[in-house]
C-alpha cells in the first residue's frame, strides 16, 4: 500500500557547493522516498542519479567555489519523482562528452556521471545552457504478471 499523497510534496534545497552537503541531500531525498514506501531499487536509483547531478553542479559547474550555490527542486508524486539540479556554472554541452565505455576512457576513474544518471533515472534532459538538468524517476511497481 503506498503513503504517497495524492498532490505532489514539493521541497527545495539552497546548499553550497561542498560535497558533504551533497551527501545530506541525497539522504534527505532518500529518506522521503522511503517515507512515501518506494521500493528499494528505486530508491536506489534516484540516489544514485541524485548525488551524480548535484556532485557534477559543485564540482564541474560551480567548479568546488563553496560561494557559488546549487538550487534542487523535488516533486514527489505518487507514481514519480521529478528533480531539477541547477549550478551556477557557465553550462556545457552534454553532447559533446566523450564516450565513458570507449576505449579511450575506459580506463578513468572519471566522466560517467552523465551516463549514470541516464541509467538509473528515466529521463534527464538539460537547458540550452547547460546548468541545469531535470530528471525524473517513476516509481517501481514489482514484477509484472
Not at 551533497?22 to 531499487?41: H, I
Request: overall charge negative; aromatic content about 4%; hydrophobic content about 40%.
Amino acid at each position: 500500500m503506498s503513503h504517497a499523497p495524492a498532490h505532489p510534496i514539493r521541497k527545495s534545497w539552497d546548499i553550497p557547493s561542498t560535497l558533504p552537503v551533497v551527501r545530506d541531500l541525497v539522504e534527505e531525498v532518500a529518506q522521503l522516498l522511503d517515507a512515501a514506501v518506494w521500493g528499494a531499487e528505486a530508491v536506489f536509483a534516484v540516489r544514485m542519479g541524485l548525488d551524480e547531478a548535484v556532485a557534477n553542479a559543485v564540482k564541474h559547474g560551480n567548479q568546488g567555489d563553496a560561494i557559488k550555490r546549487v538550487l534542487v527542486e523535488m516533486a514527489l508524486h505518487p507514481d514519480r519523482v521529478e528533480l531539477k539540479v541547477r549550478d551556477q556554472g557557465g553550462g556545457f554541452d552534454p553532447l559533446a562528452l566523450p564516450d565513458p565505455t570507449g576505449a579511450d576512457c575506459i580506463g578513468r576513474t572519471h566522466g560517467r556521471g552523465v551516463m549514470l544518471m541516464r541509467v538509473y533515472m528515466n529521463e534527464v534532459c538539460y537547458n540550452w545552457q547547460g546548468n541545469e538538468v531535470s530528471m525524473m524517476r517513476h516509481r517501481d511497481r514489482g514484477p509484472q504478471a
